[in-house]
């Protein structure tokens, strides 16, 4: 490159095309020297220590590379109070005033929804931090990342990506004083990549894990589960930094008061974003279990009798199938009934979806229309 140039007069002058720099440039890892870039350095606003933990923990989260030296942060509406937590912490590099939603329709489903996103401007730090991430093309895991981790960090990163499942300890011990179940979603990642989360945790934390096989459409994913017996010694790790917003990950009286607010809007967004099928048992098993779960709480809300469909003797086939009390199935509102396999309500599914394959309306129509 040439010093004082921008990228189109060096493009002009040497007859390449300024996309074929770009990608040179990006590939080899180089810098443009030309005027853009000596301009950025002059007003360049270098990361704060505590930006850069909030950074390096978003990125094991949500997100996602914009350009080699760019992030862009994205969340849903129903998260965007978190959202626009890391804009106010970005604020200095962000390159929007606010936040910007985005419209968008699924394709498969008809469905049409809004997301809210913001950018970093092209920075240094943050281009450190991609090309750790990305350097190999798709996004990895080093051990240089993991020592940039803090507590902070991996608070960020639970919030983000982390499960915490109650009713999985409840299950097996009947007691909900026991521990819950603390996971990380880390599908998207290699085998390789999780063993040395597992390995750093153990060593930098002295935090055992295990792993668990997840099936995907695609072949085989795995989720990092801190092992019962260091439970304790992982919440109080990131207790100080989890925002009031996400109490509900690491204190079950907050779980189950999210669990019976949640507005039956949000939770029909959940059902309307799946696709529309010929059958239920064609769906992914994230998807079943989002709609299982969004059609059970929306139906909580105005009493289950009103499902249409229901036999007379409800009662004794939820017991029969759940093998739980129907009047605890009311209350608790953290009922996962996916993962009890839940037959009677799939197959109630399968005839909603039939009906709108058949009647070729969205599944929103069909569900507001009980067209099925």
Known sequence: YESGLSLDEIAAKHKIARDDITYLRQLFGQKNKGAKFIERKKTEVPLTQRQKEILYGSMMGDAKKMSMSSVAFKQGKSQKDYLLWKFKEFKSVASHKSLKAEKYIDKRSEYEGETWRFYTHANTDVERCV????????????????????????????????????????????????????????????????????????????????????????????RIQIKYLFVDKFVDLIRPYILPMFQYKINYNSYVDSRKGKETQYVLDEIFSCPLGSDFSDLSIKEQEKLIEGFVFYYQKAGIESLVGLPDNWEDHMSSVLNINPENLLKEDFISFSNLGNKFLMSHFSNFWKASAKGGQSPKEVFENKAY
Request: hydrophobic letters at 30%.
């Open 131 to 222: 090309k750790l991430f990305y350097g190999g093309g798709k996004k990895g895991i080093n051990e240089t990342i993991l020592k940039e981790l803090t507590p902070l960090s991996i608070a960020v990163w639970y919030q983000d990506d982390g499960v915490t499942d109650f009713y999985h300890r409840f299950k097996k011990e009947k007691n909900w004083n026991s521990s819950p179940a603390y996971i990380f979603c880390t599908e998207s990642l290699s085998l390789d990549d999780c063993k040395k989360i597992q390995e750093w945790f153990l060593d930098e934390y002295k935090i055992e894990t295990k792993l668990k096989e997840r099936k995907l459409l695609n072949g085989v994913g795995y």
